[in-house]
Each structure stands twice: as C-alpha cells, then as structure tokens.
C-alpha cells in the first residue's frame, strides 16, 4: 500500500485515538478536516500511520488508523552541539538541522553564549515545537533527540560516546572538516558530533577543555561563518559523507492495512 500525500500530523500519544488540543487546532481550524478525510500521523519514534476522521471529542481530532508501516532507527549517529544563540538565530538552526537529518542536539551554554532571556523549560519546549514542524515537513519518521540546554563539561561527558567529536576552530592550521573524515571514516560512521562555537567564539580556556576531552579542532570554510551557518554547513557535510547523500533515515518499511 503506498503513502498518499496527506497531510501530517504529531502523534506522541497513539494509543488515545485523538490528537492533542494544538494538533486538532490546525487540523479542524486551518485545514477544516471533515469525517472521511485521511490524514497521515507519526509519533517520532519511528512509527508512521494513515487515519481516517472519524468527528470531533470536545476540541480533539477522533480517527481511526487504517495503515502503519515502521521505520528503522538511523543507521548513522549524527550529533550537533551548538552554543545558544539569539532566539531567532536558534529557531533557524533548530528547523534547518532536523530537515537535514540530525540524529541528536545538543544545546551548549558557553562563556559568550547569548544570555538566555527564558527558562531552560521554555527553551526546551519551544525548539521540540520547531523540530516537530520541521519533521512534518521533511517526512522524517524519527524525531532528533534534544538535550535541555547544558554547559562545555557536561557535554564533554554526554557526548563521550561518540568515537569521533570535532569542533569548529577559527585558528590558523586547524585541517578541513573534509579532511578529518576522510581520515577518520571508520570511527565516524560509528557516531560523528560536532560542537559548534557562539558568535564570539570559544574561550582558549574552552578550546582546551574540548581538547582535552578528545574534541578536534576543524575548519569549516576558509570564510568566517555565522554559527548557525557553521553548524549547517556541518550537517550537510557530515549527510553526505558519511549517510551517503541522503538523509541519515533508513526508507521506511512496506504500509501494513490495519483491520
């Protein structure tokens, strides 16, 4: 059974049969989602539906699933820990990044990070929100994970998993980021991340923190870019390297009718 292109929806909880109240918003307000209608779910973590309408519980979507398919985790562990930047900045990166594929994210607070104007909780909640948008629109079944926002030592410590971590460097005789994978290949394709500076850049008591917890120090470009620029361009170098010029999302399985 092949997937029609329906309109899509966030579904962390599949088991209630109705949508949670911003969902059902969007669905009975903007698209008017009449009983009948189809409409395609995903809860994030792989699993992906198609449903029918059924009415309306109070402000809820009711439906029905009448198709599931399942797709595999991502074959390839592609992190990103970027310092917090200016909200809007950080909206972009958010968006951009899960429309690529990047499998966890990590929100740094660095010494020159921008002061945070909203609780650690807020923040948190807000970018799953652009992450969820984002996986809508790019189809993706799986949802990056998305750490609360955590300081250089923890993510030292929390990323300790990843054979290979980088970070960015504007110092002259880092190697291109190119480079580091072409000689690395086998420890990336086993989990690659890269640590992404604030607009000010790292401290030099920073770059030996990161050093000192195994971090190589790469250059992105020979221009100056904006971090949420760097961390893109990271993204997308590290897809097509080492996922292979697609996203790092396995192709989900055949659509199973649900009787």
Not at 8 to 15: A, D, F, G, I, K
Not at 47 to 60: K, L, N, Y
Not at 243 to 256: D, H, I, T
Request: proline share 7%; charged share 25%.
């Amino acid at each position: 059974m092949n997937a029609p292109p329906l309109e899509r929806y966030y579904l962390p909880e599949p088991e209630e049969g109705l949508l949670g109240i911003r969902e059902s918003d969007h669905a009975l307000r903007v698209m008017r989602h009449r009983p009948g209608d189809r409409i395609a779910l995903f809860d994030g973590a792989g699993t992906e539906w198609i449903a029918e309408v059924t009415g309306r519980s109070g402000r809820r979507l009711a439906f029905r699933k009448i198709a599931e398919r399942k797709t595999p985790p991502p074959a390839r562990r592609i992190a990103i820990a970027q310092a917090v930047l200016k909200a809007k900045a950080m909206d972009l990166f958010f968006q951009k990044v899960t429309e690529l594929g990047v499998t966890e994210i990590f929100p740094v607070v660095c010494a020159r990070s921008v002061e945070p104007g909203e609780s650690a909780a807020r923040k948190h909640a807000r970018w799953m929100e652009i992450a969820v948008a984002a996986a809508k629109q790019s189809r993706r079944a799986w949802l990056p994970a998305i750490r609360k926002p955590v300081d250089l030592e923890s993510v030292c410590r929390e990323s300790a998993s990843y054979p290979l971590r980088l970070f960015g460097s504007l110092e002259g005789g880092s190697p291109p980021l190119r480079a580091i994978l072409s000689a690395r290949r086998k420890a990336s394709e086993h989990g690659v991340l890269a640590l992404i500076g604030p607009e000010g850049d790292l401290t030099p008591g920073e770059r030996t923190l990161l050093e000192e917890a195994g971090f190589l120090p790469v250059s992105f470009s020979p221009n100056v870019l904006r971090s949420e620029t760097a961390a893109l361009f990271c993204a997308a170098v590290f897809l097509y390297e080492i996922a292979g010029a697609r996203s790092g999302e396995e192709e989900g399985g055949l659509w199973q009718e649900i009787s």
